[in-house]
């Protein structure tokens, strides 16, 4: 966990992935409900939080699979390939490119990382045009499509143009510091 007290951090570790137990596990019947032992057996198919998985995967307790939206044979993959601007990415994850990032990283899937810089490099120009050139007080219906990271940075693209509209129309061109104002005590 790199970013410890990062909110969007832990809410991105907070996704679901699909994990099968290596090895049988006791005292873990929440993952399957119906087994009255409280114990899963090896070979048991669950979905977990990240944050748990990966700490299961390190002590070689559960092997990680890829989550349907990152697979290689996934839909979305050959939508992000056709055009990824119009891809509901937040549906598939909110924090699709922190999370991925994470799970590439985990399992060394080769094949996310491509995905994540063109899913990346598409959207970004279309996310920065939409945040320059859109009134602030409409709100494009593409912005429900974007993951938390990209809405971010629309954000910080309409507060740069509302700066630089206020500074073009007049703002304040320089300032007087603070401290100029002010004399200084005599040295004893």
């Given at each position: 966990?790199?970013?410890y007290?990062?909110?969007?951090?832990?809410?991105?570790?907070?996704?679901?992935?699909?994990?099968?137990?290596?090895?049988?596990?006791?005292?873990?019947?929440?993952?399957?409900?119906a087994?009255?032992?409280n114990?899963?057996?090896?070979?048991?198919?669950?979905?977990m939080?990240?944050?748990?998985?990966?700490?299961?995967y390190?002590?070689?307790?559960?092997?990680?699979?890829?989550?349907?939206?990152?697979?290689t044979?996934?839909?979305?993959?050959?939508?992000?390939?056709?055009?990824?601007?119009?891809?509901?990415?937040?549906?598939?994850?909110?924090?699709?490119y922190?999370?991925?990032?994470?799970?590439?990283?985990?399992?060394?899937?080769?094949t996310?990382?491509?995905?994540?810089?063109?899913?990346?490099?598409?959207r970004?120009?279309e996310?920065l045009?939409?945040?320059?050139?859109?009134?602030?007080?409409?709100?494009?219906?593409?912005?429900?499509l974007l993951?938390?990271?990209?809405?971010?940075?629309?954000?910080?693209?309409?507060?740069?143009?509302?700066?630089?509209?206020?500074?073009?129309?007049?703002?304040?061109?320089?300032?007087?510091?603070?401290?100029?104002?002010?004399?200084?005590?005599p040295?004893?």
């Amino acid at each position: 966990m790199a970013n410890y007290y990062d909110i969007d951090d832990i809410l991105a570790e907070e996704e679901l992935v699909p994990a099968v137990f290596l090895q049988t596990a006791n005292e873990v019947g929440i993952f399957d409900c119906a087994d009255e032992t409280n114990k899963v057996e090896a070979g048991t198919q669950v979905e977990m939080p990240f944050w748990l998985a990966q700490e299961l995967y390190v002590r070689q307790a559960v092997s990680i699979k890829v989550p349907p939206y990152f697979d290689t044979k996934a839909k979305t993959r050959n939508e992000i390939g056709a055009d990824a601007a119009h891809v509901d990415l937040r549906s598939l994850c909110p924090y699709f490119y922190n999370f991925g990032c994470k799970i590439a990283r985990l399992i060394g899937e080769k094949t996310i990382g491509p995905l994540l810089l063109v899913a990346f490099r598409t959207r970004y120009r279309e996310v920065l045009i939409k945040a320059h050139t859109a009134a602030s007080i409409v709100v494009p219906k593409n912005l429900t499509l974007l993951t938390k990271e990209e809405t971010k940075l629309y954000e910080a693209g309409q507060s740069s143009t509302a700066a630089f509209k206020k500074w073009r129309m007049g703002g304040p061109r320089l300032q007087k510091a603070s401290v100029l104002g002010r004399k200084r005590k005599p040295v004893e």
